[in-house]
């Protein structure tokens, strides 16, 4: 059974950091696309960044600059680093997983975590 479980999300005030980590188990996502995406109260669910290798990558135009997508395959673990936060990030903090890097993309991927709340405070 495959499992994804986030972590790392919290309080933090604007212009703060925080890095949230999934980490994979049930199977090996080396050669598979990870992602994440966000869902603020009252709001859709929204891409916000995804990985292939770790060198093809692709970004929000909302984060592009602030937040930074990794992965370590030996730990089957996808990273998000995340700078510079603002209140209109503050969002519940979704990782996800698919064979096909256009699945994650386009926000139909087949593995998703529980999410893990990240708060921006003013």
């Known amino acids: 059974q495959v499992q994804l479980v986030e972590s790392g999300g919290g309080l933090v005030q604007a212009g703060g950091s925080l890095r949230l980590s999934c980490s994979a188990s049930?199977?090996?996502?080396?050669?598979?696309?990870m992602g994440w995406f966000r869902q603020a109260p009252g709001k859709e669910r929204e891409f916000v960044a995804a990985?292939?290798?770790?060198?093809?990558?692709s970004y929000a135009d909302s984060v592009k600059g602030r937040f930074t997508i990794s992965r370590d395959n030996a730990k089957n673990t996808v990273y998000l680093q995340m700078n510079v936060l603002r209140p209109e990030d503050t969002a519940v903090y979704y990782c996800?997983?698919?064979?096909?890097?256009?699945?994650?993309?386009?926000?139909?991927?087949?593995?998703w975590g529980r999410g893990t709340q990240v708060t921006v405070s003013s």
């Open positions: 996800a997983a698919d064979d096909y890097y256009r699945n994650v993309v386009n926000m139909s991927p087949r593995y």
């Open positions: 049930g199977r090996t996502f080396s050669n598979s696309a």
């Open positions: 990985t292939l290798n770790g060198r093809v990558t």
